[in-house]
């Protein structure tokens, strides 16, 4: 979901518990090669539904907080769409981060789609 401005930015990520990582190419680090949006939980959102419900962000919920739910991963260039080393690189460098800052997490996951899933899993 394309951020058309740092008032966006800050809108989606809101005053507590989501934060926005980058991975940057030192050759351009200016321009982000992927990025991903993580939000601190409780627990484990079961939906984006869940996600979006923004009832738990106040100013002590990040120090409670046990999960860590990536999302929205997102390439900035076309050319890079589908490459999902990038976004699995950013998504374990930042997850190391995250248990730095809050060792409480002990939950990392994902609400974005695995790629091919859909056909693996066939016919239902």
């Known amino acids: 979901h394309r951020v058309r401005s740092l008032e966006e930015l800050k809108r989606r990520l809101g005053p507590h ?7 940057f190419h030192p050759h351009a680090p200016l321009e982000p090669l ?7 939980l ?5 939906s984006m539904a869940e996600l979006r419900d923004r009832r738990w962000e106040t100013a002590g919920a990040e ?4 999960a ?8 900035s260039q076309p050319g890079l769409a ?8 950013l998504i ?3 997850s190391a981060l995250l248990q730095q800052d809050h060792p409480s997490l002990d939950i990392f996951c994902t609400l974005s789609p695995i790629p091919g899933f ?6 239902m």
């Open 118 to 123: 859909r056909t693996w899993l066939g016919p």
């Open 82 to 89: 589908g490459v999902g080393e990038l976004g699995n690189q």
């Open 68 to 75: 860590a739910c990536f999302y929205s991963i997102s390439a």
């Open 17 to 23: 518990g989501r934060r926005c990582y980058a991975l």
């Open 92 to 94: 374990k460098r930042v």
């Open 42 to 46: 409780p627990t484990m959102p079961g």
């Open 63 to 66: 120090a409670g907080a046990r």
């Open 34 to 40: 992927v990025f991903v949006y993580a939000a601190l």
